[in-house]
């Protein structure tokens, strides 16, 4: 991969107008879809590219599209997650806010091949100047005519509805997002009916994050041979890797999927922020996945080495921890982070999620007691896989791994009766 | 109570929509951007509005934490609390926050100007420690030294005498 391909575009002035896009060669690849293929053709191509989704699950993209039924006599729906809030995720707000329309070419492209006549983008709520940027990029689409009847003089015609949630982490999950849509609350359905059968409005829907879209024209532009060859085998494309935490440059870097994570954190990153810091933990996917010690965290960042370092690529938000973070105030932080979004559906994560966060925090405050630490351990086993959405997993995994890998500190604030980095929140 | 302007947007929404309730949280929005926050007899004209019960419009309203149903301060504050902004002082902006507004979480101060919260990652965490005021972000609202670990907030200083 020779330079940025997805952050392309965002540098330059003027960067989220279709003008930039446009002299950079945008819209082509609507142009080629539309024009020189079928929507079978389409879906073809994105499934020999082995695009897979970049919202946390890696799902094949192309073959996603594929279970949305070519006929049907209800209407089929195209939607955009642009809900991101994982805690250390900020790459789809950097797309959308500075080169909105390399999305909104994805999402003609997919909606195209699904035989979507009305798409919808579901932005957070939080994130108003990305909503600023959608709304005047569709502005200029459907006065370009890119949207609405018959697009690009052929038979197509597209509405792009712009969304903007209200606060509430659930709607990111697909089913959520789609009940909220619907005007209600953020409740996860159960699963099946998956949504290409049974999705928004009770009609076949595909939903595909931020991220994933930005790839689509890409692969329509170039070609699925040239875009395989990018990155590793199964694992293929660029991809957006967010840097938060104890670096000396946090941001969004871009580099092909199976980057070192060393390479990210001590090049990209420029390494530890705080003078003969050492590496203690990283996260590398995002609060919801388990965490890494320093001497397990040397791997590539893509989807199945992660996996097969006993963590998740997830959302690619790498968050680092150097060695003067207390791990239990940290696991405190994310627990009250789920407590305070689970949706209250399901009694596992509803009160497991409440009763870890608890018991982490009277360890934290000096008055936990050795049982504790086993206990945490045992709550997190009993939301796992317990549950509607994978939510209360997202608390449970980091639970599990906090515990376990740094059990010495837990173990250490129940002894001392205070936490030994002087914690006092 | 709900202008006329507000209404028609409204009627638009409902008319572009597969379904007249999936315009209730871009309603909320429009009407919460107007008045402040989402009153009772508001409540119940969007019920009617939208052809569902009020209860249907409250569900919505005390699920998401977006929507005010009750009166702020002219200037919301969002302070992110979560732990990649956490690793980078947030904590401290808080408690500086809430010393020299004289207000706990959730509180207005008393002359109405801002009402301070906790919000969950606001996804700027490369720019921590960061807040929003009425939605508009503000990053970087704080300089805390790697080494000594103390915290300069000239940066927030500065924004909060802006927000007049």
Redesign the interface.
């Given at each position: 991969m020779s330079g940025p391909i997805l952050l392309a575009n965002v540098g330059r002035p003027d960067s989220a107008s279709l003008a930039a896009y446009r002299a950079a060669g945008g819209y082509e690849g609507v142009r080629r879809a539309l024009k020189d293929l079928q929507p079978a053709g389409v879906i073809d191509e994105v499934k020999k590219a082995g695009l897979r989704g970049r919202g946390g699950a890696g799902f094949p993209t192309g073959m996603k599209w594929g279970f949305v039924p070519a006929q049907s006599p209800k209407a089929r729906y195209f939607v955009c997650n642009a809900d991101e809030s994982e805690p250390g995720t900020f790459k789809d707000r950097l797309l959308m806010e500075r080169d909105p329309h390399q999305v909104l070419e994805g999402l003609i492209i997919g909606s195209y091949a699904i035989g979507a006549r009305d798409a919808f983008i579901y932005v957070r709520g939080e994130f108003a100047p990305a909503h600023r940027a959608l709304a005047l990029a569709i502005d200029e689409l459907r006065r370009d005519r890119l949207i609405g009847p018959k697009v690009l003089g052929t038979d197509y015609s597209l509405e792009i509805h712009l969304y903007k949630g209200a606060g509430a982490y659930i709607c990111g999950e697909e089913t959520a997002l789609m009940e909220s849509i619907e005007g209600k609350r953020g409740h996860p359905r159960l699963k099946p009916p998956f949504p290409a059968v049974e999705g928004l409005f009770g009609c076949p829907t595909n939903i595909n994050n931020v991220e994933t879209l930005a790839n689509v024209p890409h692969i329509l532009r170039r070609g699925a041979a040239w875009y395989a060859g990018i990155g590793r085998e199964k694992n293929t494309g660029p991809k957006l890797y967010c840097l938060s935490g104890h670096l000396k440059r946090p941001g969004v870097v871009e580099a092909p999927l199976g980057v070192r994570l060393h390479e990210l954190i001590f090049e990209h990153g420029g390494g530890l922020w705080r003078s003969g810091a050492r590496l203690k933990a990283v996260i590398p996917g995002g609060s919801s996945v388990p965490v890494l010690r320093a001497e397990e965290s040397d791997i590539l960042m893509d989807f199945d080495s992660v996996a097969r370092a006993g963590s998740l690529l997830g959302s690619a938000g790498v968050i680092v921890m150097d060695d003067r973070t207390c791990m239990v105030n940290a696991l405190l932080n994310i627990l009250k982070f789920y407590a305070h979004e689970s949706c209250g559906q399901c009694t596992p994560c509803r009160e497991g999620c409440h009763w870890m966060a608890k018991i982490v925090h009277r360890i934290e405050h000096g008055r936990g007691k050795e049982a504790d630490i086993d206990l945490i351990d045992n709550v997190a086993g009993n939301i796992m896989g317990k549950t509607i959405c994978p939510l209360g997993d997202a608390a449970a995994m980091p639970a599990q791994s906090f515990v376990r890998k740094f059990r010495d500190e837990f173990v250490d604030h129940v002894r001392r009766g205070a936490c030994p980095f002087g914690n006092t929140q | 109570m709900i202008r006329p302007e507000i209404e028609k947007q409204i009627d638009a929404l409902v008319a572009?929509?597969?379904?007249p309730?999936?315009?209730?949280?871009?309603a909320?929005?429009l009407i919460q951007d107007d008045l402040g926050h989402v009153p009772v007899p508001a409540r119940e004209w969007l019920a009617g509005k939208?052809g569902?019960s009020p209860a249907?419009v409250e569900?919505?309203l005390s699920?998401?934490?977006?929507?005010r149903r009750e009166p702020g301060g002219k200037y919301v504050l969002?302070v992110c609390?979560?732990?990649?902004c956490?690793?980078?002082g947030c904590?401290q902006v808080f408690e500086y926050l809430e010393k020299i507004l004289g207000v706990e979480a959730g509180g207005t101060t008393a002359d109405g100007r801002f009402t301070l919260k906790r919000?969950?990652?606001?996804?700027?965490?490369?720019?921590?420690p960061v807040l929003?005021a009425n939605?508009?972000?503000h990053e970087r609202i704080a300089e805390l030294n790697?080494?000594t670990g103390a915290v300069s907030f000239e940066r927030l200083e500065a924004i909060l005498e802006n927000l007049k």
């Open positions: - | 572009r929509l597969p379904r309730q999936a315009a209730m949280l871009p909320l929005h939208l569902v249907a569900a919505v699920f998401y934490t977006l929507y969002h609390s979560t732990l990649p956490a690793l980078r904590e919000a969950e990652c606001l996804g700027a965490c490369d720019q921590a929003q939605g508009e972000f790697p080494e």
